[in-house]
T-cell receptor, first 113, second 112 residues
Framework: DGGITQSPKYLFRKEGQNVTLSCEQN?????MYWYRQDPGQGLRLIYY???????QKGDIAEGYSVSREKKESFPLTVTSAQKNPTAFYLC????????????FGPGTRLTVL | AQSVSQHNHHVILSEAASLELGCNYS??????LFWYVQYPGQHLQLLLK??????LVKGIKGFEAEFIKSKFSFNLRKPSVQWSDTAEYFC??????????FGAGTRLFVKA
C-alpha cells in the first residue's frame, strides 16, 4: 500500500529542545517537501528536496533543518531557534517538479510547551 | 511576488445547495493550478488540476473548476453539495518549478 507516513501524529516538547519529525514515502518519488500549516494561513513551504543529498530552503526555513540521505526519507528537525514552533507539519512528495500533483502525509502536530 | 487569495475562509451551506469557492492568483506567466481538499481526519488530497488546454477542469466527486486567465481566477464549483463535502479546500499555484503556493484555505460546512 503506497503512501507517505509521518510519525508521530502528536508530539510535545519543552521549549529549547530540538525535535525531529519523521517522513517516509514508498511511492518512489524524487521530490519531497515539508510544509507548515497554521490556521488561516494555508500551507507554507519550509524545505524541499529534488533528489537525494540535495535540498533547498523554502519560504520559512529559519529555525528548521532537513536531510535527504535516502530517497524514501526526508526528516525535519525543528530547532530551538524556531521562534514559534507549535504548528501542524505536513510532508509531501511528487514524481518530479512542483507542477506535478503532490501526495501528502497525515501530518504531525507539534506542541512546544 | 506570486500569491493565491481565497475569498471566503468559512462557508456554510445546506445539502443540495450549489457551491462556488473563489480563488484568485497573482502571476503574469504560465500557471499550473490545483484544488486540494482535506476531509476531517484525512490526508490532504488532490481534487483537480489545470495545466493547459480546456479551461474547464473536472475533478473527483463532481467538482469542477474554471480557469479564467483574464481574471486570474480558478474558482471551484459543484452544482449540489452533500454532507460528505464538509472539508477544508485549498487553491494552489505552481509556475513550473518546485514551489507551490497555497491559499489560506476555505472551510466548508454542509448542513444535513
Amino acid at each position: 500500500d503506497g503512501g507517505i507516513t509521518q510519525s508521530p501524529k502528536y508530539l510535545f516538547r519543552k521549549e529549547g529542545q530540538n525535535v525531529t519529525l519523521s517522513c517516509e514515502q514508498n511511492l518512489n518519488h524524487d521530490a519531497m517537501y515539508w510544509y507548515r500549516q497554521d490556521p488561516g494561513q494555508g500551507l507554507r513551504l519550509i524545505y524541499y528536496s529534488q533528489i537525494v543529498n540535495d535540498f533547498q530552503k523554502g519560504d520559512i526555513a529559519e529555525g528548521y533543518s532537513v536531510s535527504r540521505e535516502k530517497k524514501e526519507s526526508f526528516p525535519l528537525t525543528v530547532t530551538s531557534a524556531q521562534k514559534n514552533p507549535t504548528a501542524f507539519y505536513l510532508c509531501a512528495s511528487s514524481i518530479l517538479a512542483g507542477d506535478n500533483e503532490q501526495f501528502f502525509g497525515p501530518g504531525t502536530r507539534l506542541t512546544v510547551l | 511576488a506570486q500569491s493565491v487569495s481565497q475569498h471566503n475562509h468559512h462557508v456554510i451551506l445546506s445539502e443540495a445547495a450549489s457551491l462556488e469557492l473563489g480563488c484568485n492568483y497573482s502571476y503574469g506567466g504560465t500557471v499550473n493550478l490545483f484544488w486540494y481538499v482535506q476531509y476531517p481526519g484525512q490526508h490532504l488530497q488532490l481534487l483537480l488540476k489545470y495545466f493547459s488546454g480546456d479551461p474547464l477542469v473536472k475533478g473527483i466527486k463532481g467538482f469542477e473548476a474554471e480557469f479564467i486567465k483574464s481574471k486570474f481566477s480558478f474558482n471551484l464549483r459543484k452544482p449540489s453539495v452533500q454532507w460528505s463535502d464538509t472539508a477544508e479546500y485549498f487553491c494552489a499555484l505552481n509556475t513550473g518549478g518546485f514551489k507551490t503556493i497555497f491559499g489560506a484555505g476555505t472551510r466548508l460546512f454542509v448542513k444535513a
